[in-house]
């Protein structure tokens, strides 16, 4: 059974940085694409960031320049590199993958943005 546990969320100040780490276990193959989703209180699960196993990349104009998504293929590992965090991306972060036909979603870990 596949699981996605994620990592690295927390309380950060205004302009400060975060890195959140997924990790894909029991699945015996690679995941085809990886990526983090994000929901705000009182909104939609909206993207961030995904990208699939040759490395292209895909993520939300709000983040570009400021977050930065990698993965380690050989650890089904997904990274996201948040810098120059604001206050509107507070949220509970998902990691997502995708392998064969089938999603997966992690429980989600939640960023708050506060001074």
């Known amino acids: 059974q596949v699981q996605l546990v994620e990592s690295g969320g927390g309380l950060v100040q205004p302009g400060g940085s975060l890195r959140l780490s997924c990790v894909a276990s029991?699945?015996?193959?690679?995941?085809?694409?990886m990526g983090w989703y994000r929901q705000a209180a009182g909104k939609e699960r909206e993207l961030v960031a995904v990208?699939?196993?040759?490395?292209?990349?895909n993520s939300a104009d709000s983040v570009k320049g400021r977050f930065t998504i990698s993965r380690d293929n050989a650890e089904n590992t997904v990274y996201l590199q948040m810098n120059a965090l604001k206050p509107e991306d507070t949220a509970v972060y998902y990691c997502?993958?995708?392998?064969?036909?089938?999603?997966?979603w992690g429980k989600g870990t939640l960023v708050t943005v506060s001074p």
């Open positions: 997502y993958a995708v392998a064969r036909v089938t999603a997966y």
């Open positions: 990208i699939i196993r040759g490395g292209t990349t």
């Open positions: 029991g699945s015996g193959f690679s995941m085809n694409v």
